[in-house]
């Protein structure tokens, strides 16, 4: 209560320097990390992305900064250093992950498959030099084989989650390997965006698993199993 009260206050606080004369902010439990919110004139009010509790006053104000400037400029917000860094901590993970993972659907939520593990295969990337040490990311199979997303990710959560459809004695383990590689790789290069993005830079860095192709030949062959 006390936090939500800090929090709410520092909304208000920078809401009236943008010129806002009634501002509400309460906590929302969304799945990702997002807030919303409805404007009428000069009133508006915030449901504010619960992974924020016990951020800290400095981190609100900041963070309300950037979103009233959104409203006012319409567009996307843009993280003052101070908010990028807290979001980028080690803090902010030990604070959401496992909250994160509470919410989250079709997952193991475990690193070990019927046939292989996720912890091997990322100490096999560690051993080529693609990944430096991944060291606190949460690595799961899914628990239904999802033949069309092979792999998601959250940037922010350090979660990793791998479709069990790889999971198979009959997929060499490199096509499990190069979908484990191309979603740590979003952690690594999604440090300065906090998103996911397949850029052309993105591209060159995961034209360096040595399988590549043969790994993409055999994620299509399983996706069109499914359609088959």
Not at 127 to 134: P, T
Not at 136 to 149: A, E, V
Not at 174 to 197: C, F, I, N, P, Q
Request: hydrophobic share 35%; proline share 3%; net charge positive.
């Amino acid at each position: 209560m006390k936090d939500r009260v800090a929090m709410e206050a520092a909304f208000q606080q920078v809401g009236r320097q943008f010129g806002f004369s009634e501002v509400e902010a309460s906590y929302y439990p969304f799945k990702e990390f997002k807030t919303t919110w409805q404007r009428i004139g000069s009133e508006v009010s915030f449901k504010v992305t619960d992974y924020l509790q016990g951020a800290g006053n400095d981190i609100f104000q900041d963070f309300a900064g950037c979103l009233f400037t959104r409203i006012q400029r319409q567009r996307r917000e843009v993280y003052t250093p101070k908010v990028r860094d807290f979001l980028r901590s080690e803090e902010f993970v030990r604070m959401n992950q496992e909250k994160y993972l509470r919410r989250s659907r079709n997952l193991t939520f475990s690193p070990f498959g019927n046939v292989y593990d996720l912890e091997i295969l990322l100490n096999s990337l560690r051993r080529k030099g693609l990944v430096e040490n991944g060291e606190g990311t949460f690595l799961s199979w899914t628990d239904k084989p999802n033949r069309f997303r092979m792999g998601y990710c959250s940037v922010l959560m350090k979660v990793v989650a791998i479709s069990s459809a790889l999971d198979r004695a009959d997929l060499p383990d490199y096509v499990a390997e190069y979908v484990l590689y191309h979603e740590m790789l979003h952690l690594k290069m999604g440090t300065d965006s906090l998103r996911s993005y397949h850029d052309s830079e993105f591209k060159r860095e995961e034209r360096r698993y040595p399988r590549w192709r043969e790994a993409e030949s055999w994620l299509k062959k399983v996706a069109q199993d499914s359609v088959a």
